[in-house]
């Protein structure tokens, strides 16, 4: 009998070569100094030019940094967020912790981000920011995104934990809006362990974003001196996370470029199998497919039938608006009942290699 062909997981972590990270880690665990310090500094510098911004917060995890981001653009008990049901949990939990209300808007069918024209329904008097998520890491519409944004004097928040390399317009996603976050969680295409990454459009959200991180305290100030004048957190990133970061950050352009290979191959692959439908998007969106979304017929039967393959496959998120602590902001959102309905993610990062990407279309091709 043939051997049943190694399972491929939907997600997988990628870790820097033992030889480069180790000596490395080694020499920060045991320098007396772990807490925030240089190494920080350098990770956020060399990160704002892998994403086209100079002005970065790191933070110990996404969440914590789409807090700040939040609090930065004044979105606070009161005030309105616009933002989409088809993401992790903590994109709109980040809104609650900032005490603003949750507005969902509905999304492009094509993709499953936030639709600009029903961003555009949804906002009244008090909404504050939009919370846009490039859902798998297909660019949202953003040119249309931030023109709605201007007319309205909102800010622009991108959740682009799933994004990190892709581009929209000839640039990178976290050089373009107010501000950005990046999730380094252990699943994403660059982690530290655990941590986040906000890049802001204005060097002066810097100083009142790295008090907040840190108690509401100027670090740099004497600690006898110093005055809390606003309730900070403990959010900062520390300096053996920032270096795992910095090792990663020097191995992670092969890593992305798998990814997009892999997407496109799928793009190309899977077009014009009976009972699928792809994800689309605008002509200046260039994804970094952190998975790939396919949109099936019996969606449920093919998702047995890929794991009965050994193909990983998920939802991976349960649609926010279906959690009670989301009840008040319950609304109609016809695209995402459909996008929701029919959406299955499989397997697209760097660890699938031209064979199992193979083995994943043909499984496709069969049918199911
Ligand atoms: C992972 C993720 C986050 C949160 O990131 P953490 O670093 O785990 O706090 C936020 N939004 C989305 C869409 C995510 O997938």
Known sequence: MAKAAAPI????????????????????????????????????QR????????????FYSGTAALHIALLLADARPGKEVISTALTAEPTNLAILHAGAEVVWADVDPRNGNLAAASIEEKITPRTRAVMVVHYGGIPASMAAIHAVAERHGLAVI????????????????????DYTMFSLQAIKHLTTVDGGMLACRNPADLPRGRRLRWFGMDRAAPRIEVDVAEVGYKYHMNNVNATIGLVQLEHIRPVIERHIANGKFFDAALR??????????????????????VLAERRDDLARRLSELGIGNSLAHKRNDRHSVFAASRCDLPGVDRFFGAMLHIPCGWWVGDEERERIAGALRQGW
Request: proline share 10%.
């Open 158 to 177: 991108e959740d682009a934990a799933h994004a990190l390399g892709a581009r929209y317009a000839g640039l990178p996603i976290g050089s373009q809006s």
């Open 272 to 293: 014009g199998i009976p009972g699928i439908e792809l994800c689309a998007w605008d002509a200046q969106a260039e994804p970094s497919y952190w998975f790939y979304t």
């Open 47 to 58: 990160f704002g030019e892998f994403v086209g911004r100079p002005n970065i917060l790191s």
């Open 9 to 44: 997981p939907l997600f997988k972590v990628f870790m820097a070569p033992e030889s480069a990270l180790m000596p490395r880690l080694r020499d920060v665990l045991y320098s007396g100094q772990i807490g925030e310090g240089p190494p920080v500094a350098e990770f956020e």
